[in-house]
């Protein structure tokens, strides 16, 4: 059984960094995409950044040069690096697993975990 668990949210200033962790289990690292989805009240699930087992990044054009997606495929744990938080990026935050299609549709994602809370406040 495939478990997706994040951690690492929480409340932050404007200008502020965090650093989400997605530790997975049961789950065996391919070539597909696993990447961190956002999703703010009233609105829908965007892709925030993917990585896949190559290491090939991708990123919305809103994080662009502020967040950093890595993995530790020996601990197989996934992050993401953020900086320079900005109170429009106060949103659940979601890992996802296994996606063989672009990497931004949450359509194509096998596996979830439950979400972490980011708060930014100006």
């Known amino acids: 059984q495939v478990q997706l668990v994040e951690s690492g949210g929480g409340s932050v200033q404007s200008g502020g960094s965090l650093r989400l962790s997605c530790a997975a289990s049961?789950?065996?690292?391919?070539?597909?995409?696993m990447g961190w989805f956002r999703q703010a009240p009233g609105k829908e699930r965007e892709g925030v950044a993917a990585?896949?087992?190559?290491?090939?990044?991708r990123y919305a054009d809103s994080v662009e040069g502020r967040f950093t997606i890595s993995q530790e495929n020996a601990k197989n744990t996934l992050y993401l690096q953020m900086n320079s938080l900005k109170p429009e990026d106060t949103a659940m935050y979601y890992c996802a697993a296994d996606s063989s299609r672009p990497w931004s549709l949450p359509i194509g994602y096998k596996y979830w975990g439950q979400g972490t809370q980011v708060t930014v406040s100006s």
């Open positions: 049961g789950y065996t690292r391919s070539s597909s995409w």
């Open positions: 990585i896949n087992s190559d290491g090939i990044t």
